[in-house]
Every structure is written in structure tokens, then in C-alpha cells.
């Protein structure tokens, strides 16, 4: 199914989540505009010998949690990595048979990963790490890589849920 009719589709808690995924996404895209803002500062501000202090502890910090946010998004509207070259032969229904179990292993690894995930992030903050530079507490930033992986888990309940949908019923489905 594209994601214009699967967004079209979602209403209710299953529209509710979209719009929550999407906002997460949105807000993981503003996080890498600001390690953009960040970098081009530094550079310019380095030019005159004045770089700004940290500015690669940000970046790091920045982009995994940005990185991050976008997982949910990428599972919920399908547009993680696929080899639509060994799928794109297969009828409707065996193409919704993959996207049904590739929404299991999705969701057993989001699982898994916020499981472990929050407890680094617990051990980050026991052990109290920060960054050398700037003393940022790294917990900060695996709390929000925790909340991605909660999402990813929830997108890929409904991706499992409309794929189950879409093998019952394959003529409503619209794989390509």
C-alpha cells in the first residue's frame, strides 16, 4: 500500500498515531537543522579562530537522536530499506506476507532495543557520563532514542495490522 492511501486510510487511534509518528519525525528534523546551524556556526566562527567549544559533542548527540526519530516514520509509511527487485514479481498477497513478518521482526527489535536502550540509559545516568567538553549529561539524549524505539514498536503494531488486513483481503491492497 503507498503511503498517500494508507494515510488517507488511517483514522482514529491509527490516524492518531500518524500524526504522533510524523510530529516525531518533524521534531527529529528540526534536531539535525540545529547540528546544521551548529556545524555552519563553528565553521564560520573557526575562521576567525573562535570555533564554538563542543561543537562535535552536539553533533554526535544530535544526530543519533535525530536519526532515531525518524525510524517510526520509515516503518509506519514503508520506506525503510526493501529489495523490491526480488519482490516486485510477487502477487499482492505474498508481498503483504512479507510486510506482515518484516512488522514482527520490526517490532521483536524495537522491543528488544527500548528494553536494553532504557537500561543503558539508566546505567548512563548512575554512572553519571558526559561529554568531555561541554559536560552534558549522555542520558539526555537516549531518553528521546528510547521514546523512537517505543514508536517504532507501536508503527510497526499497526503495520502488522494492516498487512494482516491486506492478506485477508487482497484485492483492497495497492503494493507495487
Known amino acids: 500500500m503507498d503511503a498517500t492511501t494508507q ?3 488511517r483514522v482514529g ?10 510530529a516525531w519525525a518533524l521534531l527529529g528534523g528540526v534536531v ?11 565553521v564560520v566562527t573557526g575562521a576567525f579562530g573562535h570555533p564554538l567549544p563542543g561543537d562535535f559533542e552536539l553533533t554526535e548527540l ?18 525503510n530499506v526493501t529489495a523490491d527487485i526480488f519482490t516486485s514479481g510477487l502477487g499482492r498477497r505474498w508481498q503483504a ?3 506482515f513478518f518484516s512488522a514482527i521482526i520490526a517490532l521483536v527489535f524495537s522491543v528488544v532495543m527500548a528494553w536494553r536502550t532504557w537500561i543503558g540509559t539508566q ?3 548512575s554512572y553519571d557520563y ?9 542520558g539526555y539524549a537516549f531518553v528521546p532514542i528510547v521514546i523512537s524505539l517505543i514508536l517504532v514498536a507501536v508503527a510497526a503494531v499497526v503495520t502488522l495490522a494492516e498487512s494482516y488486513q491486506d492478506i485477508a483481503h487482497p484485492s483492497r491492497n495497492v503494493y507495487h
Do not use: M, W
Not at 537522536?65 to 509509511?77: I, K
Not at 558526559?130 to 549522555?138: D, G, R
Open 7 to 9: 494515510n488517507e486510510e
Open 62 to 79: 544530535g544526530v543519533a537522536v535525530g536519526a532515531f526519530a525518524f525510524l517510526p516514520y520509515c516503518q509506519l509509511t514503508g520506506a
Open 32 to 42: 539535525i537543522l540545529a547540528v546544521v546551524a551548529i556545524q555552519s556556526i563553528s
Open 13 to 22: 487511534p491509527k490516524g492518531l498515531t500518524h500524526r504522533l509518528i510524523e
Open 130 to 138: 558526559q561529554t568531555a567538553i561541554l559536560q552534558i549529561q549522555i
Open 97 to 99: 506476507v512479507l510486510v
Open 123 to 125: 546505567d548512563q545516568f
